[in-house]
């Protein structure tokens, strides 16, 4: 027996030798290709891990991952590959929903250095790019010049050109502006066997010259011209091809408007082969630079209007009258997609102009030269469509609501995710496009065929283009639902070939619908793609397995088929998700943790400083979903791939309301943590760092001292302090001990406007001592009583460094205090919102008490949103404070914006009447409590704070108030730019007469 186990062992160990020598082997061509490649390659287990997944269905855990910075690295790349036998598959945003992005090869992301705007033309209305551009920011350029690039995707803050070419993106605007195809004028490329090529318009004269070259680029037109130009081969493509006047179309290779030019059919138009390449996936050249042509802005006024449906089919019976007007834009939200804005803090505010609980809901834009010709022409779409009694409320939005509605919409994929449990809106049928006049009948078709497979679909996005979003709700972990997925696709593509339109609207064929191209064009058709792919890439080298030689649509999912689900257990409560990995799982990869700065809100810091994947919201809930199903080790949180992703997070919990689906990685990361200081222990600064409270109290003894110790070089070196980074003062005394010492100072014989318990937070009580001090006496003054008891610190420290047994202790211990205190009538309010925003967000999941919990936090507020609400009341007004013009410029706390809203800081620093109050667009400051003094991240800290708010304060000139609620925020402030900022509550106390 026991030479049986030693034999075993030994022949284990041997496989285990012959596996590593062979991954080594396979390291060892990487290594080789990075000594020459000038940009960055990545092969380790956890680049892989995040690069196997895109915003689909699908994984595929990729060889490497490499970032070119130049042409020069993409024939790199393409050598290697031809070399070795592999495939690379391009990727910008990774915001595909096909699984264009996904493959077994070496995935090449160009969105961190091939982002370059290269040449721009007002006059002739162009604009040369590289593919990294974002969509959003290349409108942002061009905005002062009076122009923009049309197209218009749900993800336009952070999908980039070269995504919109690959795809053929079109979006809400699409029955204005058309789509992308047509606004390429040329593309350059590099070619399979490493050439350049550039594929743009040619008279005939210039495509004859094209033939003569003795190269690749020249068989290639010559394989276009003898295929093309063959008359029978055209009647096929006519004949099959979705019907000309549905405009938006990706199926297969655009050879229906190949053959619309003069050389190959009898208009009058120059073919372009970039039309081609637009909507192939990466399939055909690696396109390095991209030419388009530019629309002037529409006119200026615009006016929306959210018809209101009793039904779905109402609604796109509406869209056919609809349409017989100059829309700008006509896009459809059904009843499912508007339940899931219920869950969303940030689109919760957006649904401000929803009715009743409509089953769908229109949003049709309309503009025009001024507002009074606009309404003008709203009035009359309403009209038709109350002439023909369709709709039963027709609210007309204007200036900022329309972008609050439209924000709404766009919201709508990644809102899916919000669906608790195994069963999503699987993107399997996602944008077939028909004619109008065809989509309510084949809806009605498609309801009846889905009600046969016991489903209730999701209806949304662009109706006006004869296109909606159709989305079953499936459990891909289990094997039955998988064979739905296929046979609901299979259907589906029958259903739309019988209306003549196209599987694919807009968002590709990629895996997902590949295998249906033949039956959507017709076998010789799919015999005319298969020659177009082998001539342009002989060596099958692009982007392996999308369009021609499909991967099955049913393998390589994103979950392992009838997998028993582990168990995890948790300190944190994540029962509203059904556990931490489902939690994780809400990610669906829409990117929106990829937005940059420009774009607003502050997810995701660290992304946006390092402009690495591996630091996005999305990037963490993967590898925390693969690593907890596939680590075998006991503890499944035990990962160096798990510490490596979340190391710079900066628990800002932007993503609990800025990401679609409320994945918060804040949680997420504070449960690792957690769960892996069990294995590793706990690090001695970690411990320094959380136990502040604790050192704060005994260096308050002497506070001249410990101020004067902490700030040398040889303290910040102990504690792992960056040696560039300031330490906070300590008070001369804790706020604790000021509220004792003044009471009596504070004691009134009668409070007309009510009582509340002030919390007095860790950061308050020894560092802003002035700021609690300036609280108690504005509220005061202003006929508030105000309690202050003993309590537990906030367990913020605790929190953030993921100790969470002591966090629990911390909340239940201050449930307990607060509980038969805090009502309705007697509130809980705070100075620092990421202490006091602890008893609404983190003490719900902590807490054993969960009444008790749940009931304090409906009543607990920042000190701003209680003043505004005391304001909204009528409580507190504006002549009680002074009438001096001052200028205020306002920076949010991240907690704040995610928990809370920025507006009650400026409603509360607007009592003063001649107050000119700003908010400033600035996302995180970068310092998030102890990260900005780690001296690993002190210089990230510095270049998030750089990148989101500094430049924005240097140029205000002296006068002007900055004002920071966040204890951090005027700390990083200070240190970068040498300003002094202010708590909101201390400018407003200065103004109370």
């Known amino acids: 027996m026991f030479f049986s186990l030693q034999k075993i062992t030994k022949n284990l160990a041997y496989i285990y030798i012959i596996i590593n020598s062979v991954l080594q082997i396979d390291n060892l061509r990487y290594i080789k290709l990075e000594e020459e490649f000038s940009g960055e390659l990545y092969f380790d287990a956890l680049h892989r891990t995040i690069y196997a997944t895109d915003a689909s269905a699908y994984r595929m855990l990729p060889e490497a991952v490499a970032l070119p910075k130049t042409i020069n690295d993409v024939r790199l790349l393409i050598n290697f590959a031809k070399e070795n036998n592999i495939t690379l598959i391009p990727r910008a945003a990774g915001t595909s929903l096909a699984g264009q992005c996904v493959g077994k090869g070496i995935v090449v992301d160009v969105s961190k250095y091939f982002n370059k705007i290269l040449d721009f033309n007002k006059e002739e209305k162009t604009i040369r790019v590289q593919p990294g551009v974002i969509r959003d920011e290349l409108n942002e350029f061009l905005k002062p010049h009076g122009l923009f690039f049309g197209p218009n995707t749900s993800t336009s803050n952070r999908c980039m050109i070269g995504g919109m070419v690959g795809n053929n993106s079109s979006g809400t605007t699409s029955i204005q502006y058309g789509v992308t195809r047509d606004k390429v004028l040329s593309l350059n490329t590099v070619l399979s066997d490493g050439t350049e090529a550039t594929f743009g318009s040619l008279s005939k004269n210039d495509f004859q010259e094209k033939l003569k070259q003795n190269n690749l680029e020249g068989s290639i037109y010559n394989m276009l011209y003898d295929e093309l130009s063959n008359k029978d081969a055209q009647i096929e493509i006519i004949k099959e091809f979705p019907k000309p006047n549905i405009h938006r179309r990706n199926t297969g290779y655009a050879l229906d408007t190949i053959i619309d030019s003069e050389i190959l059919g009898d208009s009058k138009k120059h073919i372009n082969v970039a039309k081609l390449l637009c909507g192939s996936e990466g399939t055909l050249a690696f396109t390095t630079e991209i030419t388009l042509k530019l629309d002037e802005l529409p006119p200026k006024n615009s006016v929306l209007i959210a018809a209101h449906f009793t039904s779905v089919n109402e609604s796109l019976r509406a869209v056919v009258h609809a349409m017989k007007h100059n829309l700008y834009m006509c896009e459809l939200m059904d009843k499912t997609i508007l339940d899931c804005t219920k869950n969303n803090r940030k689109q919760l505010k957006n649904r401000f102009f929803i009715e009743g609980d409509p089953e769908a809901i229109l949003m049709l834009e309309l503009r025009a030269n001024n507002l009074e010709n606009t309404e003008a022409l709203a009035n009359n779409v309403i009209d038709i469509l109350k002439e023909h009694n369709l709709g039963y409320a027709f609210p007309i939005l204007f200036n900022d609501d329309i972008d609050k509605a439209i924000s709404l919409r766009k919201a709508g994929l990644g809102l899916?995710?919000?669906?608790?449990?195994?069963?999503?809106?699987?993107?399997?049928?996602?944008?077939?496009?028909?004619?109008?006049?065809?989509?309510?009948?084949?809806?009605?078709?498609?309801?009846?065929?889905?009600?046969?497979?016991?489903?209730?679909?999701?209806?949304?996005?662009?109706?006006?283009?004869?296109?909606?979003?159709?989305?079953?709700?499936?459990?891909?972990?289990?094997?039955?639902?998988?064979?739905?997925?296929?046979?609901?696709?299979?259907?589906?593509?029958?259903?739309?070939?019988?209306?003549?339109?196209?599987?694919?609207?807009?968002?590709?064929?990629?895996?997902?619908?590949?295998?249906?191209?033949?039956?959507?064009?017709?076998?010789?058709?799919?015999?005319?793609?298969?020659?177009?792919?082998?001539?342009?890439?002989?060596?099958?080298?692009?982007?392996?397995?999308?369009?021609?030689?499909?991967?099955?649509?049913?393998?390589?999912?994103?979950?392992?088929?009838?997998?028993?689900?582990?168990?995890?257990?948790?300190?944190?409560?994540?029962?509203?998700?059904?556990?931490?990995?489902?939690?994780?799982?809400?990610?669906?990869?829409?990117?929106?943790?990829?937005?940059?700065?420009?774009?607003?809100?502050?997810?995701?810091?660290?992304?946006?400083?390092?402009?690495?994947?591996?630091?996005?919201?999305?990037?963490?809930?993967?590898?925390?979903?693969?690593?907890?199903?596939?680590?075998?080790?006991?503890?499944?949180?035990?990962?160096?791939?798990?510490?490596?992703?979340?190391?710079?997070?900066?628990?800002?919990?932007?993503?609990?309301?800025?990401?679609?689906?409320?994945?918060?990685?804040?949680?997420l990361k504070a449960e690792f943590q957690y769960q892996y200081y069990k294995t590793h222990g706990i690090p001695f600064r970690t411990k320094l760092f959380v136990s502040n409270n604790k050192w704060n109290r005994l260096g308050s003894i002497f506070p001249e001292v410990t101020n004067a110790m902490l700030n040398t070089s040889i303290a910040k070196k102990i504690m792992g302090v960056s040696i560039g980074r300031s330490i906070p003062k300590l008070y001369k005394t804790s706020f604790f001990k000021w509220c004792k010492k003044n009471k009596e100072q504070f004691r009134q014989n009668e409070f007309k406007k009510g009582e509340l318990y002030l919390f007095i937070d860790e950061f308050t009580n020894y560092y802003d001592v002035e700021v609690g001090v300036d609280a108690i006496t504005l509220l005061t003054k202003l006929g508030y009583k105000v309690h202050v008891i003993n309590h537990q610190e906030s367990g913020r420290s605790y929190i953030s460094k993921g100790i969470l047994d002591k966090a629990k202790d911390i909340a239940n211990k201050n449930v307990k205090i607060f509980k038969d205190k805090i009502n309705e009538d007697v509130p809980l309010v705070g100075i620092e919102p990421s202490a006091i925003l602890t008893f609404r967000d983190e003490y719900l999941r902590l807490a054993d008490d969960e009444q008790s919990a749940q009931s304090i936090s409906k009543n607990t507020f920042t000190i701003e949103e209680f003043i505004d609400k005391q304001i909204k009341q009528g409580e507190i007004t504006s002549s009680s404070f002074s009438k001096e013009t001052k200028t205020i410029k306002i920076h949010g706390h991240c907690h704040q914006k995610a928990l809370s809203n920025m507006s009650h800081t400026f409603n509360m620093l607007s009592l003063p009447e001649n107050y000119k109050i700003t908010i400033i667009n600035s996302g995180c400051c970068g310092m998030a409590g102890s990260f900005g003094y780690e001296k690993e991240h002190y210089e990230l800290s510095m270049q998030i704070g750089e990148d989101s708010l500094f430049d924005k304060l240097r140029h205000l000139d002296g006068e002007t108030i900055i004002v920071a609620s966040g204890t951090s925020c005027r700390h990083q402030i200070n240190d970068g730019v040498s300003r002094v900022s202010e708590h909101p509550i201390s400018v407003l106390k200065k103004a109370i007469l």
């Open 416 to 667: 899916l995710g919000n669906i608790v449990g195994d069963k999503k809106a699987v993107p399997c049928i996602e944008d077939t496009a028909v004619e109008v006049a065809d989509l309510p009948d084949y809806i009605e078709e498609f309801t009846t065929m889905m009600d046969e497979f016991g489903q209730k679909a999701v209806y949304y996005a662009h109706a006006g283009a004869g296109e909606l979003h159709l989305r079953p709700i499936l459990n891909l972990k289990k094997g039955e639902d998988i064979k739905l997925f296929r046979q609901i696709t299979h259907q589906t593509a029958l259903l739309v070939k019988k209306y003549g339109g196209s599987f694919s609207g807009e968002h590709g064929d990629g895996i997902v619908r590949a295998e249906f191209i033949p039956i959507m064009i017709g076998e010789k058709n799919y015999e005319l793609v298969k020659k177009v792919k082998s001539t342009f890439d002989p060596y099958n080298i692009f982007n392996q397995g999308k369009i021609v030689n499909p991967f099955p649509m049913d393998k390589n999912l994103r979950y392992e088929i009838d997998r028993v689900e582990p168990d995890i257990e948790t300190l944190t409560d994540f029962t509203d998700s059904l556990g931490i990995l489902r939690a994780a799982e809400k990610c669906n990869g829409s990117g929106d943790c990829r937005k940059p700065s420009f774009a607003g809100g502050t997810m995701c810091p660290s992304y946006r400083a390092t402009k690495n994947e591996k630091d996005t919201t999305r990037a963490r809930a993967n590898a925390l979903r693969e690593v907890l199903t596939t680590n075998q080790k006991v503890n499944k949180f035990d990962s160096e791939e798990l510490k490596q992703v979340f190391d710079l997070c900066l628990s800002c919990k932007a993503c609990a309301s800025e990401c679609p689906s409320n994945v918060d990685v804040a949680a």
